[in-house]
């Protein structure tokens, strides 16, 4: 009786060990990867061209805060392109090797229709990769879905591109959603913030960002 109580119990270790090991042992977005050195030089802001940065972002605490309204002007006169407040991260362009984007961003409620993560520069078209934000949901531009139910709430986001390949895998807390084959070689850079890249956004747009890094295989 003794025995086989043991034996139970030896079971039931086993069991909640291999389940830990499951839980906590698998392998990170950034194994193998070097992180890059980024300075306040390297985060480059875009924002409507006629009022003030102080206006549309905000740092403090670590947290970069960015918001635009559906109705402000481009990031430059002479643009014809959507209202947008990005951190363009900028002496790290690239057009090959494996590189990777990673920040924990929130999204409050409302704010829809809106670009918060890019990879620009294409073979063809503008961007390789828009991460947008549809009611709460993540989608690849309009299309794939890729997470759900991120408002109000502080997720990390981890964007792979192995340029070589043509391939971009995007994790969300650490598990792998999507992967994608990408728009052709170009001049590479990663952004973030709020793009209002569709028509018919929300009429106000905010992410906020911290911890934001870059990799490179």
């Known amino acids: 009786m003794k025995a086989s109580y043991c034996y139970s119990l030896l079971l039931i270790l086993l069991a909640v060990s291999a389940k830990e090991h499951s839980l906590f042992g698998a392998a990170d977005p950034t194994d193998g990867f070097t992180q890059l050195p980024l300075t306040d030089d390297n985060f480059d802001l875009q924002k409507p061209y006629n009022i003030p940065l102080s206006q549309r972002y ?13 109705n402000d002007k481009p990031f430059k006169h ?17 057009s090959s090797g494996v590189w990777q984007f990673e920040g924990y961003a929130y999204v409050p409620k409302g704010t829809s229709g809106v670009t918060i993560v890019q990879i620009h520069g294409a073979a063809e078209g503008a961007t390789t990769l828009q991460l947008r934000i549809y009611d709460g949901n993540m989608r690849y531009y309009k299309y794939n879905l890729v997470a759900t139910d991120l408002y109000d709430k502080w997720f990390r986001v981890n964007v792979i591109h192995d340029v070589n390949e043509g391939k971009i895998t995007v994790f969300i807390d650490g598990e792998q959603k999507f992967v994608v084959k990408d728009q ?34």
């Not at 952004?191 to 990799?215: H, Q, T």
Request: hydrophobic share 25%; net charge positive; charged share 30%.
């Open 78 to 94: 002479s643009s014809g392109t959507r209202p947008r407040t990005e951190i363009r991260i900028k002496g790290y362009d690239y």
């Open 58 to 70: 905000n740092y403090s605490d670590g947290i970069r805060s960015l918001w635009v309204y559906n």
């Open 184 to 217: 052709g070689p170009g001049d590479l850079y990663f952004k973030c913030g709020v793009y209002a890249a569709p028509e018919n956004s929300s009429n106000f747009m905010e992410s906020r960002w911290r911890d934001i890094k870059l990799f490179k295989k």
